[in-house]
């Protein structure tokens, strides 16, 4: 595992400022990365140029929006490796791409006796459409385990053998545990739920800027993400679907730009993905994320990933020798992936994470979206620090540094 050039951090320009005095040091990545200077500078050029509306025009403006709209589709696309830009659909991000094809999906399949088969370390964005549409269809809810007191031993693979029978007709994980840092191996599960028949839905939030994704190698269904969380804008995300599936499935919303023909009475609609974009979408910042995929291919997410790998084991090892501390996920030593939680008996999360902010040190406290998981695991919350492309193993040392100072006051 090697780390990148701290040079990288010169094109965040959020990066250099001061908190409380000190240096900024960003470690709240999961919730949502810092943008480079190539991302804002997409979106003004955007504004500045360029903007006009989509699809309904013909003059420059708006062809150049439309050029640029779809070209961001089919880099969009590339990024993941996916057969064709029509298997792309623009959302406002994670969220709203699950609630789609809970929504779309689920209302047109899923009947009484079908389960959806989700794990107890998603995120509420990829549980509660699931609570919703079951509870609606009469389907099924069903968990998969997390093992061990602190889940170090990840998804327990055992029941889930026994939990996938042919009744499943979707399973819907996380590729990588925004609590627990634990990566899964997402091929791995769609392969088991391919035989039994069950589709598969993987959450990529907090995978899709830190890890290579092929997502036909994985073989997945459905995938969805955020842009923020990978070095683009706020407000832009996306859903993937293998197009038949797409082609299949009712709109989730309705409108302008989705039809082919309105009739007083009924509607035609297009297919897969102007079908799922109903209304002006969110153009300026498809094209800034268009900016960001680029960004991060020309870094490569091979080396993204070993970066934050070795940042997390070191934090990890530095942080395992405060006193009393409980890291949640894998133990030191063992694969996790940037991001590192953990709770302390002295002091709750949010006291740590205010007491860290005078140092310049941003971090996340909370239940993170696990409610659930918290409660199995018995705390009220953790303290998360997350890492991403520009940070530096003197941050960590600036961190473990401010909590043996926190620990020393709360002690
Ligand atoms: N899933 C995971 C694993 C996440 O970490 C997040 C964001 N914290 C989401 C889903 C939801 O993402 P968004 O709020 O961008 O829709």
Redesign the pocket.
Known sequence: MSLLSPALRFDFPALDQHVGGKPLVYLDN???TQKPRSVIDALARFYERNNSNVHRGLHALSMRATDGFEAARARAAKFINAADSAEIVFT???????NLVAQSWGSANLRPGDIVLITEM?????LVPWQQITRQTGATLKYVPVAGADAEHGLDLDALEKLLTPQVKLFAF?H???TLGILNDAARLCAKARAVGALTLI?A??SIGHEPIDVQAIGCDFL?Y?G??MAGP?GI?VLYGKRALLDDMPPYQTGGGMISTVDWFESKWKPAPERFEAGTPNVADAIALHAAFDYLDGIGRPAISDHDHALAAQACTALSELPGIRILGPKTGKPRAGLVSFAFAAAHAHDIVTFADQDGIALRGGH??NQPLMKKLGLPSTTRASFYVYNTPEEIAVLAASLRKILKFFA
Request: net charge negative; proline share 0%; hydrophobic share 15%.
């Open positions: 999961g919730a949502t406002r991000g994670t969220t709203e791409s699950v998603e995120h509420h964005s990829n996380t990588l545990s925004n959450d939030a907090q969805a955020s923020h969380k706020t995300g993170h979206c």
